[in-house]
């Protein structure tokens, strides 16, 4: 790249920067090398989700979109006629063409972008995980994110797929003769799917303030609700790594199993990007990846030659947490990044009615 070419691209970053402004999870200035492209990226993707939702969902309308903001849960309380299933496959789109837009021009190990990926988990319906791009982020990745959510997440996939897997396991069941057996054991796979989850969220990033990582969500809308504070006993009598296959690499890996009265101690960072350079794109002026089962998505990026720089060294800040760690993870903090980063990682609520499920036919 010749003096004058680096001489221009430094203008164009240098006059960008009073054009910078939040996108989505991102500060656009410092982690984008194209904050305009990007904002404008962006707005595309919101005319794509609003209409979707104003052509495709029952009873939609501009009136309903504009007075809600486009926001999601707004839309389903204020105009519950239009179906929330259907405004979350709007969602899923516009999620998709986010990570499009990220993945075109910004920092792809940023807790920015683990956030924008996230979203998309949480709102598509059997996504291709695998044909994610950047996803989960690499170990000791430049400028990663302090905590590697991408990981959590996935665990948390892999352990609630476990806990069907555990309460289905004929073979175990087989051997039992007694109803009670039989509800004690479907009740041990649920307690060890809990422990197995509060290993992935404490286990993988110890530091951080277990609530940024949505902890208070998961105890609200299953641990509290499934009695995990009762799980001691079954804790102690089963073998949740071995016996119930929870150890197994393609059910989370968890070797360390938590009880009501033994938690581990909350971590007291916020999130927060590490030192590092980026040239973007890690993968090459072009890359694809699979949206839904079969349909690719290939993305140009928008200067080979540009690249965004991260500027936080180290630490990130501490964080004041009022739960306990016995049994919540309650705690407020001013994040290092965009507040919100950390709460797609969402307890699906087919998690829920699954578990409801094991507990009604275990005792029928």
Not at 147 to 162: F, P, R, S, V
Not at 184 to 199: E, H, K, P
Not at 227 to 243: F, K, Q, R
Not at 244 to 252: E, V
Request: charged share 15%.
């Amino acid at each position: 790249m010749s003096l004058s070419s680096r001489a221009l691209l430094a203008l164009v970053a240098l006059s960008s920067v009073s054009l910078a402004k939040e996108v989505g999870y991102f500060d656009s200035s410092s982690s984008c090398a194209d904050p305009k492209g990007f904002a404008t990226c962006y707005e595309n993707a919101d005319t794509t989700y609003s209409n979707c939702v104003n052509n495709n969902c029952a009873g939609g309308s501009e009136s309903c979109y504009n007075s809600c903001g486009g926001s999601t849960s707004c839309m389903n309380e204020q105009c519950p006629g239009l179906g929330i299933d259907c405004i979350n496959a709007c969602e899923c789109e516009r999620s998709a063409l986010q990570i499009d837009c990220a993945g075109q021009r910004c920092l792809v190990y940023s807790c920015e972008y683990q956030a924008t990926t996230l979203d998309y988990l949480s709102f598509c319906l059997n996504p291709d995980r695998d044909g994610l791009p950047y996803w989960p982020t690499p170990d000791d990745a430049p400028d990663s994110c302090s905590c590697n959510t991408g990981q959590i997440e996935q665990k948390l996939y892999l352990i609630t797929n476990q806990m069907d897997t555990c309460s289905n396991n004929q073979t175990n069941i087989g051997q039992m003769t007694d109803v009670d057996g039989i509800t004690d054991y479907a009740q041990a796979c649920i307690c060890c799917s809990f422990s197995a989850i509060i290993s992935a969220i404490w286990g993988t990033c110890p530091d951080t303030q277990p609530s940024l990582l949505a902890a208070d969500e998961w105890f609200a809308g299953l641990l509290n609700p499934g009695h995990w504070e009762d799980c001691g006993p079954y804790l102690e009598n089963y073998d949740c790594a071995g016996d119930l296959g929870f150890g197994r690499a393609d059910a989370g890996g968890i070797t360390e199993f938590y009880s009501p009265g033994n938690m581990r101690t909350n971590g007291t960072k916020s999130l927060y990007n590490l030192d590092g350079v980026v040239s973007t794109p890690v993968s090459g002026d072009v890359f694809t990846w699979t949206f839904a089962s079969s349909l690719a998505h290939t993305v140009t990026v928008s200067s080979a030659d540009a690249t965004a720089t991260g500027t936080k060294v180290s630490g990130g800040s501490d964080v004041t947490a009022t739960g306990t760690g016995m049994s919540t993870a309650t705690g407020t903090a001013e994040s290092d990044v965009k507040p919100g980063v950390g709460s797609s990682l969402i307890v699906p609520s087919w998690t829920i009615a699954s578990i409801f499920g094991i507990l009604v036919l275990s005792t029928l």
